[in-house]
C-alpha cells in the first residue's frame, strides 16, 4: 500500500501531461479506499514479527498527512490491545474452567478412585500450584514482550518462502495469548474481488426508482433473486445484456 502511494506521488510530478491526469485519477481513487485507516490489514501487519509497530511507524508518514499520521498510528495500537484484551479474558474463563475440572477430578480420585499414582508421585499437587501461580496476572503481557524485542530478520531466500502462521506456530508456547490472536487474524483469506465490485455495488443492485426501499425490503429482494437463480440454476444477467434489455423494451411500439 505504502509503495503504491509512494509511487502515486511521484508520478503526480511527472512532465507527461497525460501521465499526470492519469495518476490524478488514481490518487483520487487510492484516498477514497485508502484515506480511512484500516485497522484489520495494519494490525495483521503488526502480527508479523518482520514488521511490528516499526512497519506502521514507517509507512504511516507515507500514506497520510501529517496531521493525521500520530493519531492513526495511537488508533492501531489503541485497536490492537483492545483485541488483544479480549483474547486475553477468554484464556483466563478457558483456564479457571480447566483448573477447576482438574481439580475435581482429582478430588474424585482421592474418594473412590482406583489410579492413585498422580497422588502417589505428587503430579495432582505439582499441577494446583502450577494453577495457582500461574493464574497470577503477569507483570508484562504477550503483546507487551513481542513489540518490547527486536523486528525478526530473515534472509532474502526466506523471505520469498516466509510462513507468518508458521511462525506463530513455533512461538505459541512463549505467546500463549498472542499467538491464538495471530492465528485467527492472519487466517482470514484475501479476496480476489475487484475494489469496484466490491464497494460500488449499489448503482447496480439498487437503481434510482429503489433508492426509497427499506433496507430489510431491498434485502429480501436481493437474497429472493439469489435463491430462485439458484433454485433454477439460472445466472445473472450481465451489465451489457440489461442494457440491451432496456433498450429492447423501450424501442417496443
Not at 484500516?38 to 512497519?55: F, G, Q
Not at 512463549?174 to 499467538?179: E, F, Q, V
Not at 440454476?233 to 445484456?241: H, T
Amino acid at each position: 500500500m505504502y509503495r503504491v502511494k509512494e509511487i502515486l506521488q511521484k508520478r503526480a510530478m511527472d512532465n507527461n501531461i497525460y501521465i499526470k491526469a492519469m495518476v490524478g485519477k488514481m490518487n483520487a481513487k487510492f484516498e477514497k479506499y485508502w484515506g480511512e485507516c484500516n485497522l484489520l490489514i495494519s494490525i495483521a501487519a503488526v502480527l508479523d514479527p518482520r514488521c511490528k509497530m516499526k512497519l506502521i511507524e514507517f509507512c504511516f508518514p507515507l500514506i497520510y498527512e501529517k496531521s493525521e499520521v500520530i493519531y492513526n498510528i495511537e488508533k492501531v495500537r489503541g485497536a490492537l490491545y483492545e483485541m488483544y484484551e479480549q483474547y486475553a479474558a477468554n484464556f483466563a474463563s478457558t483456564n479457571e474452567e480447566g483448573s477447576s475440572q482438574r481439580s475435581s477430578k482429582s478430588q474424585g480420585d482421592d474418594v473412590g478412585s482406583s489410579s492413585t499414582v498422580d497422588i502417589n508421585s505428587g503430579w495432582s499437587k505439582f499441577d494446583e500450584f502450577v494453577d495457582m501461580t500461574e493464574n497470577a496476572p503477569p507483570t508484562k503481557s504477550d503483546l507487551d514482550v513481542y513489540l518490547g524485542e527486536v523486528v525478526y530478520r530473515c534472509s532474502q531466500e526466506e523471505r520469498g518462502k516466509w510462513n507468518a502462521l508458521g511462525w506463530w506456530r513455533v512461538n505459541s508456547l512463549k505467546y500463549r495469548i498472542l499467538s491464538k490472536m495471530a492465528s485467527d487474524v492472519l487466517a482470514i483469506p484475501i479476496t480476489t474481488v475487484a475494489s469496484e465490485a466490491t464497494f460500488s455495488a449499489g448503482s447496480r443492485v439498487i437503481d434510482t426508482y429503489r433508492a426509497n426501499l427499506a433496507p430489510k425490503t431491498v434485502e429480501g429482494l436481493m437474497c429472493g433473486g439469489d435463491w430462485i437463480r439458484n433454485l433454477h440454476g439460472l445466472k445473472k444477467k450481465s451489465r451489457k445484456k440489461e442494457e440491451k434489455d432496456e433498450e429492447f423494451v423501450l424501442n417496443v411500439p
